[in-house]
């Protein structure tokens, strides 16, 4: 015999479901607490995190992808959000903090709509849409640009390392971005850029003043002086080898045992001789400045080897990473050579000057004058110590990100939250046409879009509910432009601010992060597998 069981209310059937609403609002509180935390990084106001690694190494920085790539995550749903910041780094190189603050910002508001008794699909489809519909919003209000017009590039660059520690430096890092992107693309037929065709050499001392763009190209080694080689070499002919200067050495250990003085000197006469004949040859191609690629198995050069390079007036750079040669071959245009034989005079490349300069305490060497050189571009960065230089290249690579989304999707939107309040105004009206569920979830999605510009104020220390209404109010008098002017404290004209971005960034950070939240809606259920 059972007991009477409780009577059936009507409208239950989605409420008794226990397990999967505890699942999605554990999930929903994770990522939350992911998204709060890099939260206060958002903005030139933002502030930075220090994260120490297990190897006990420190990383201080303000970007959100950077930060959440080194934060210890367990819940799988908040390893999604560290993923869409990764995701936003790949696809746009910007508005990594701004993607997860909105994607947090979203999963407040559907775990508001979840309560109300909205099925979460018609939460997840009803957010597409709303998606949809502001990335069109997006377009409307943005501002097509000319490659050629190099002020708005400065501009963009400007406004991405204006939220980075080394925002006071910008008047100096801009045009540096801005000069080397151009540098590699041609602003008529390109639609990408590839950043790895630019190289930042990282050097401790001096300040960030003294970062430049050096014309050619420059390495981290410095030139072999031991035997006293030469460090200036002028109409040099340069070649890269990945084989060894040293006498060949057997795979496995084995010992030589020589009981006769005169095998010994035939051993070492030998040597001679290998070496002799390997620089030689080398010579023999016209080659002065030989790069030899790092070697695990064996010494790149041996003594002897250094002394007949010096000897016949050959410069040599060692260790040469396996990652770089392919920049060093296209900058330079030579061929790497893998084997003594095929060292021939076409697989050089030429350049005016090969030179190893000092300055500021460290020393590098320079190639300048490249005769037909690929399109590439050195920055080289100086900076007091090791985490103001590890921070300055991430600002860099954002700012070059920022010119490489301008080169494929060629244009602006202003920044300082004013493209998300107009929005969320629009939606807001959109949200009036809709019918059903679809007009709460509108509705919802433009509350949450307003998350950016109250963050932005909370952030330089204003009163979020004050500056986000007046923003209100002066996009519905049809100020589109009006944004948060951190500096002042007002709201003031973005444009006249000279506070912009890509489109890409703002139209790629409400994708994905919509993307993200689809799909913790769609999840009920967390399984533990073998």
Do not use: W
């Not at 948060?484 to 444009?495: A, E, H, P, W, Y």
């Amino acid at each position: 015999m059972t007991g009477p069981s409780a009577p059936k209310r009507k409208n239950d059937t989605f409420n008794q479901m226990d397990k999967p609403t505890q699942v999605r609002l554990s999930n929903i509180t994770a990522a939350k607490a992911v998204a709060d935390a890099i939260r206060t990084s958002l903005g030139p106001r933002g502030m930075d995190k220090m994260i120490e690694t297990g190897k006990k190494e420190v990383v201080i920085s303000n970007d959100g992808a950077t930060i959440l790539k080194h934060m210890s995550v367990l819940h799988p749903a908040a390893r999604m959000l560290v993923d869409l910041s990764a995701a936003q780094d790949v696809e746009a190189g910007d508005g990594t903090t701004s993607v997860v603050v909105l994607a947090g910002s979203l999963l407040s508001a559907a775990e508001k709509l979840l309560k109300k008794g909205i099925h979460p699909t018609q939460i997840a489809e009803g957010f597409q849409y709303a998606a949809i519909e502001a990335v069109k919003i997006l377009e409307e209000i943005s501002i097509p640009i000319n490659l050629e017009d190099r002020e708005f590039l400065l501009k963009s660059a400007t406004t991405s390392l204006s939220s980075k520690v080394v925002s006071q430096y910008s008047s100096i890092l801009a045009p540096i971005v801005v000069d080397s992107v151009l540098r590699i693309v041609t602003p008529s037929v390109d639609t990408n850029v590839d950043i790895s065709d630019i190289r930042i050499v990282k050097k401790v001392g001096g300040t960030i003043d003294d970062t430049e763009l050096v014309p050619g190209l420059v390495l981290n080694q410095n030139a072999i002086t031991s035997a006293g080689g030469p460090t200036r070499i002028e109409k040099a002919k340069i070649g890269i080898i990945q084989f060894q200067l040293s006498p060949p050495k057997p795979d496995m250990d084995n010992q030589i045992v020589v009981n006769d003085y005169r095998q010994m000197d035939r051993i070492l006469k030998e040597e001679r001789n290998y070496l002799l004949n390997l620089v030689k040859k080398i010579k023999k191609a016209g080659c002065t400045v030989l790069l030899i690629q790092k070697s695990i198995l064996r010494d790149a050069v041996n003594s002897l080897s250094l002394h007949f390079l010096s000897k016949l007036k050959i410069m040599a750079i060692k260790e040469i990473e396996r990652d770089e040669i392919e920049f060093i071959c296209k900058a330079t245009g030579c061929k790497p050579i893998a084997d003594i034989d095929s060292f021939a005079e076409d697989k050089l490349g030429y350049a005016d000057l090969v030179e190893e300069v000092e300055s500021n305490g460290s020393r590098i060497v320079q190639i300048s004058g490249i005769k037909n050189a690929g399109k590439t571009a050195s920055i080289i960065m100086r900076g007091a110590n090791q985490y103001v230089l590890d921070e300055a290249e991430r600002s860099i690579h954002d700012a070059l990100c920022v010119i490489r989304c301008l080169v494929k999707k060629r244009a602006l939107v202003v920044g300082g939250g004013a493209p998300e309040i107009e929005i969320s105004q629009r939606l807001s009206q959109l949200a009036k046409t809709q019918t059903g569920f679809q007009s709460i979830c509108f509705q919802a999605f433009s509350e949450a879009v307003e998350v950016i510009p109250t963050t932005l104020a909370e952030n330089s220390g204003l009163s979020p509910i004050s500056i986000v209404t007046e923003l209100r109010n002066r996009h519905a008098n049809g100020e589109k432009t009006a944004g948060i002017n951190v500096r002042k404290g007002t709201i003031s004209d973005m444009l006249k601010e000279n506070v912009i971005q890509p489109l890409l960034v703002s139209t790629s950070a409400i994708e994905l992060s919509t993307e993200t939240v689809r799909m913790l809606m769609k999840i009920d259920d967390i399984l533990a597998s073998r």
